[in-house]
């Protein structure tokens, strides 16, 4: 049809040329692009014909000796760095380091000098007296173990000012310009080495006459440098007030062998909470809860109650010991292998019971209780938080101090509940134990993995964050067979000239993805299942429920426990439920609106569209999509960007209408005032995924099965796929990256004036401060909606699993940067599933079943298999309202409609199909266990061996 169109207006419209202008555009543009291709064609081969011989003898002139070098070159270095990628384990930056010390072993080169780490490592100081030296060494090491951060460029310049010499000579200016970064301030933040400050003292001492007067102005007077006895003084004063652990040379000697921190600070690495108050918070509370937390054992490691100068509300960094906390892990139950438990059969590990710390025989027993991480740091900060909440509140004294809230005093026995709940209290944030070196190393091992280390990410974030991960993994690896079967079957259908409407075998493809949904969601449940076992968090869901501090409502007294507590009718939840489905469904109508204003700018409302479809045409904006306007979709300027537009609006109005829902939720489910954490969180998560779920499925499940287009339903998918795909990518790894630049600056400058001003120990509390807060809600959301475009139209878009493994890698990257680099350290729980995100993923598996049954059965894939159900559609059919147009858009043929009493057949077969494949489905998932063998037979053995060692104490009674 369009090759005929073309010989049409060639033939007719080539005399009379001048009368182009006047033709409709798309006419006008059909005759020049057959006309130019014409001509074009007919002047190619005169314009490239040969003109002489010497043309010729050109053309078959043999390859040169500078060409066959460079392509013998480039193939040598191409097998060459094959070697070393390969000899580095696929690691680009240890095949740099094995290439450049290839390189530097050839003789073109000067003799190697010593690295860094060598150099810094002797303490050569020429000129330099021992005492002297010593002392230096002295201030170095005890400032280096007490700063977080270590020494830096700035502590050696501030000494060498105190010594009398200047920071303007050029050995000190070198000193300085070595350090990283491009600012002053980012320079003097870096670390220096021993021998590197050694050289400089020793420089500067060495021309302490000459360098003074030549940096010197004219007419300004120059003070001579320190005596030697003077700078000793000042370095012995120094190490006395900084860290006792450091006293004699000895000492430096044990840290120059290479002995870790963990010698100097002691086996247990302690944690640490950060304890932040309210700005409105009294001085004399703050006084007060310090010496509160001192009492119940907990031990207040840095004081910030009077931080003015860094502009943050006070706040109090709280540790505890190791007796405490294990003292809190066997009231909590933690579990910990016990060799008590020895395996029964080779490859079985040691058993795992609750953690006891009496008798001693029985602790020491516990496999690796000597070693000082035999807690893990997941562990460790866990602990620490149930130690602060179990800090009793003093009623008498907090109403003394003002502290007056009844919810706060009546409700809880805890005081950092009751004063966040009387708002004196405003986060309780997690500290690093080595001042976030693990975080950093972690982001750094994920760079060159496929995937992100999950058993790092749990002993050290604990197990919910690290489940998240660990079903990112497991989803992108699923999905590499339905990637795998799409794009076979999208080469297919373009190889054969199908399309997704009419393709006979596209129906196998989405039965493929239904039953591939329904093996994961049961397979990932076995992988939760083995993982929480070896995480040591197995059974957590049958834990006590634990109770909202802000549940509010009348004190009476309890029918179990005999003890007063807050009882809240449910006739007044009643109301509020009432009150959430209102607000939620007026949300859930502007976002369907928003759809239809999408789908009228893309052009998928038409003038002659059903009856029904008529009620949603807006003329205005539908005229914005048609031929020439701003959003055609068949236009060609700005590489046809702008046929995204509509697209991207609504992309961005969905996210803007989800940011004002996340407020509107939160404060409906507390209107509701839930008893339980538990209760509130699973009636919060599910408000939000309805409404994102729903914003973000509408507009498909509109064009699928109301207006029954399939191929638009694709364009559709692919356009809103792609542009989310892009925003999140926007929004969770460039502008991360750029705020996290921009923080590290202002910190940098931050930092320098508290260390000028002796308070450098509040350098880690700003930089907490200053990182904004982790939650894991968007990111689970995404995922499992992603998880709904792959199996809810499967039959649609047969590349979706590809592409979501692609988009899947750059998440996990992105989501292991914002959590190891940008956010604040999250607050461990322990978990043992992904709770009601689970239970969504199966009602999504489950609906999957009934939307790619009706996609089959609503589009020409039924044809293929029942042509006697359908015939060619008329102008009748259109009249009727049956469909918009006779014509297929695509192919130009007439399009299919289903005969008059035929369509009670379909309805009978897709019912039928549905019932086959949902009791198919239903089958496979109970015919596959919900966790592994093994797993089942160490819980057995545990409870066995706890039967046993029960009747055995009795026995000894």
Known sequence: MHRLAQATLRGRLAPCGHLLPMLPRSVRLMAETSGGASSSKAELPQAQAPSTETDKKEERKPMGWGLFFVYLSSGFGSLTFLYYFYKARYSFHQTEILMVDALRRLPFYWPPASRAGEMNSRTDAEGLPDDLKTAFCEWFVATDLEEPKGVTRDDVLELINELGYSEKAQPAKDFLYRGEGQIEEKRRMTCAGLQESLTLLCTLRRDAEALPKAEAKEGEEVAPPKPDTEALGILRRKVRRSSSMLNSAETLQAAMAGADAASFMGDFPRPRYLVVFAENASEDLTIHVKKWLTSAGLLVELDGLGAAMIKRPPFLVVSSDRESLELEAERLGYLKPHRALAPFIPGQGLGKIEFETRPEEWVRGYEGYERPDFWQPGERIQLLRHRLEQVPAPVEELRELQVSNPT??????????????????????????????????????????????????????????????????????????????????????????????????????????????????????????????????????????????????????????????????????????????????????????????????????????????????????????????????????????????????????????????????????????HRLLEQHQSSLIAKRFLFDAFDCYISLFYVGFVQQDIRKLRQELICLYGVDSLRRVLLESIIPLVLEQISKRRISKKALELKRSEQAHFIEALEVLDQPLYEQFDDFLEMVIEFGYVTLFASAFPLAAALSVVSNMVELKSDMFKLAVVYQRPISHRVSSIGIWGQLLQIIMSISVLTNVMIFSMSEQLASWAPWLYKEASFEDVRAGRLASVLDAVTGTKDLVIREGAGRYVIFAAAVLEHIVGVAVFILMISIPCQPDWVTSEIQRTKHFQRTRAAAAGEEK
Request: proline share 5%.
């Open 408 to 673: 706060a005093l009546a409700v809880t026995e805890s005081l950092l509940k009751a004063l966040r709940i009387a708002g004196q209290l405003e986060a309780l944030v997690p500290l690093d134990d080595d001042f976030g070196r693990e975080r950093r190393a972690m982001w750094k091992e994920a760079i060159w993995m496929a995937d992100s280390p999950v058993d790092r990410i749990e002993a050290y974030f604990g197990s919910e964050v690290a489940l998240y991960f660990a079903w990112l993994n497991h989803f992108t690896y699923w999905l590499l067979a339905p990637a795998g079967v799409g794009l076979a079957c999208f080469l297919r259908m373009h190889y054969f000239g199908y399309t997704v409407d009419d393709d006979p075998y596209m129906p196998f493809h989405s039965l493929f993805v239904v039953f591939w949904a329904a093996c994961f969601v049961r397979c990932w449940d076995r992988f939760c299942a083995a993982k929480a076992w070896q995480w040591n968090v197995h059974g957590l869901d049958k834990r006590p429920d634990e109770h909202r501090p802000e549940f509010r409502g009348p004190l009476h007294t309890s029918r179990v426990t005999g003890q007063p507590e807050r009882h809240y009718p449910y006739s007044k939840r009643l109301f509020a439920y009432l009150l959430s489905v209102l607000v939620t469904s007026l949300m859930l109508m502007i976002a369907f609106w928003v759809m239809i204003c999408s789908l009228n700018l893309q052009g998928y409302m038409e003038t002659n569209a059903t009856s029904f479809e008529q009620v949603f045409y807006i003329a205005p904006l539908a005229r914005l999509s048609h031929t020439g306007a701003i959003f055609d979709p068949h236009q060609t300027e700005y590489f046809g960007l702008l046929a995204f537009g509509p697209v991207a609006l609504h992309v961005l109005a969905i996210m803007h209408l989800n940011k004002i829902y996340r407020f509107v939720a939160e404060w409906l489910t507390v209107n509701e005032n």
